[in-house]
C-alpha cells in the first residue's frame, strides 16, 4: 500500500519558469517530510525537509510547501535550470518506531529545457 | 568522507543464482537502511538496522531475501535464489541519530536473466 504517491511520473518545464512537484500522503502520522534529488546512475540527495509544525521551508531556489489537512506537499523550484533534470522523490515519516523510516513516493521525472 | 559505498555497481546473474550485495556505510552513523527500486513502485525500504541490529525486516519481500550487519561498517543483502522480478536497482543508506537525512550509496543495478 503506497502511503506516499507522486501522481506526476513526469514534468517538463521551460528554464527560467517555475517547477511545482506535488506529493500525497495518506497516513496522518506522517510528520516529518523530505524531497530527494536523483540523478542517473546515483543514490538519491538530500535537496530539503520539512516537519509538520511548519507550513513552508525555504533554501535558495527551493521552497517546499505543507497542507496538513489536506495530506499534501509540494516543492516548488524557481527560476528552473537545466541541472535541475532529475528524479525527484517526496519522502515521509512518522508515528511510533517511525525513526528514520521513510516512505518513498515512486518519483517525478523532471526535464528543464533550454 | 568516501559516502556511502556499495558494491557491486552492476550485477547480472542468472535466474536460481545467489547474489549478495555489500554497503559500508558513512563511518559513525549508526543506521544503516536497504531499498530497492523499481519503476513502478519507487524506493520501497527493504530492512534497516540500528547500532548493527535489524530493526524492521517487514519489507523483506519474502524468505529468499536475507540482510546482515556483522559490524558498524559493513552490512549485506543477499539473495538466494534470485529471480527474474528482482531485477531492480537496490539503494543502502545510512544515517545518524543527529539527523533523520539519509545519506544514499549509488546503488547496485541488479539483472536476473
Known amino acids: 500500500d503506497q502511503q506516499v504517491k507522486q501522481n506526476s511520473p513526469s514534468l517538463s518545464v521551460q528554464e527560467g519558469r517555475i517547477s511545482i512537484l506535488n506529493c500525497d500522503y495518506t497516513?496522518?502520522?506522517?510528520?516529518?517530510f523530505l524531497w530527494y534529488k536523483k540523478y542517473p546512475a546515483e543514490g538519491p540527495t538530500f535537496l530539503i525537509s520539512?516537519?509538520?509544525?511548519?507550513d513552508k521551508n525555504e533554501d535558495g531556489r527551493f521552497t517546499v510547501f505543507l497542507n496538513k489537512s489536506a495530506k499534501h506537499l509540494s516543492l516548488h523550484i524557481v527560476p528552473s535550470q537545466p541541472g535541475d533534470s532529475a528524479v525527484y522523490f517526496c519522502?515521509?515519516?512518522?508515528?511510533?518506531?517511525?525513526?528514520?523510516?521513510?516512505?518513498f513516493g515512486a518519483g517525478t521525472q523532471v526535464v528543464v529545457t533550454p | 568522507d568516501a559516502g556511502v559505498i556499495q558494491s557491486p555497481r552492476h550485477e547480472v546473474t542468472e535466474m536460481g543464482q545467489e547474489v549478495t550485495l555489500r554497503c559500508k556505510p558513512i563511518?559513525?552513523?549508526?543506521?544503516l537502511f536497504w531499498y530497492r527500486q523499481t519503476m513502478m513502485r519507487g524506493l520501497e525500504l527493504l530492512i534497516y538496522?540500528?547500532?548493527?541490529?535489524?530493526?524492521?525486516d517487514s519489507g523483506m519481500p519474502e524468505d529468499r531475501f536475507s540482510a546482515k550487519m556483522p559490524n558498524a561498517s559493513f552490512s549485506t543483502l543477499k539473495i538466494q535464489p534470485s529471480e527474474p522480478r528482482d531485477s531492480a536497482v537496490y539503494f543502502c543508506?545510512?544515517?545518524?541519530?543527529?539527523?533523520?537525512?539519509?545519506?544514499f550509496g549509488s546503488g547496485t543495478r541488479l539483472t536476473v536473466v
Open positions: 543508506a545510512s544515517s545518524s541519530t543527529v539527523t533523520e537525512r539519509y545519506t
Open positions: 497516513n496522518s502520522m506522517f510528520d516529518y
Open positions: 520539512i516537519s509538520s509544525i511548519k
Open positions: 519522502a515521509a515519516s512518522g508515528g511510533t518506531d517511525s525513526w528514520g523510516k521513510f516512505q
Open positions: 563511518s559513525g552513523h549508526n543506521s
Open positions: 538496522f540500528n547500532n548493527n541490529v535489524p530493526i524492521d
